[in-house]
């Protein structure tokens, strides 16, 4: 299994600025996802960022929004720029690390409110 | 990428057994079918996974037809602790990367 760690866990940020989520995995992955998550509602994939290369953007998802950083195979960050209201959700890293064929694992979220 | 669809919430009382359907009528042929369990305030966590006919493991059963274009996730005896949002993924394993989509998911309230 894989545990992975984000920081912050929440944060409340104004109009207009830009926060970094790292994650954190304890072991070495190829592929790390970020999803995002917005209040009752279900998981999206924002991007796939594999290390080495420029992260791959779901459709509706632009870098200059959400800049990815893969500097190794543990580490990663998503900034979310510019933000605005609509931008409040839960920030989910994942991992496809496990034995079993395709078993994602997940990080607690980072939960950002935007005022 | 094959669309889900599961009903949006059930209840149930403690110590039944719990069938959640998902309808996956897309689904390719390389498609895996995985359950994830998520709690408030977590990230999901990987339930089952299959590919045909029925899997069992500790925690549940996943019944799956001949034809895949469903499947059921069997929780045995819940309890109050398994309420939760649990997710119908079907996805392509390639070399170890799966590429998902979350559907809506089915919140299921446990009552005592």
């Known amino acids: 299994s894989a545990v992975i760690s984000q920081k912050p866990s929440r944060d409340i940020c104004q109009r207009g600025t830009s926060l970094t989520i790292q994650c954190q995995v304890d072991?070495?992955?190829?592929?790390m996802f970020w999803y995002r998550q917005q209040p009752g509602q279900s998981l999206t994939l924002i991007a796939t960022?594999?290390?080495?290369?420029?992260?791959?953007?779901e459709s509706g998802f632009v870098i200059d929004k959400f800049p990815i950083s893969r500097p190794n195979l543990t580490f990663s960050t998503l900034t979310v720029s510019n933000m605005s209201p609509e931008d409040s959700s839960i920030y989910l890293c994942?991992?496809?690390?496990?034995?079993?064929?395709?078993?994602?694992?997940f990080g607690e979220g980072s939960r950002l409110t935007v005022l | 990428l094959a669309k889900t669809t599961q009903p949006i919430s059930m209840d149930s009382y403690e110590g039944q057994e719990v069938n959640i359907t998902c309808s996956h009528n897309?689904?390719?042929?390389?498609?895996?079918i995985t359950w994830y369990q998520q709690f408030p305030s977590q990230g999901p966590r990987f339930i089952i996974q299959?590919?045909?006919t029925k899997v069992t493991n500790e925690v549940a059963s996943l019944f799956i037809p001949a034809d895949r274009k469903s499947s059921t996730l069997s929780l045995p005896r819940v309890s109050l602790s398994d309420t939760a949002v649990y997710y119908c993924?079907?996805?392509?394993?390639?070399?170890?990367?799966?590429?998902?989509?979350f559907g809506t998911g089915t919140k299921l309230q446990v009552i005592p």
């Open positions: 994942s991992v496809d690390g496990g034995v079993r064929t395709g078993e994602l694992f």
């Open positions: 072991s070495q992955v190829t592929m």
């Open positions: 960022a594999n290390q080495g290369s420029e992260a791959t953007y």
């Open positions: 897309n689904i390719a042929t390389n498609d895996y």
């Open positions: 299959g590919y045909k």
């Open positions: 993924l079907v996805g392509v394993n390639s070399g170890g990367y799966q590429k998902v989509t």
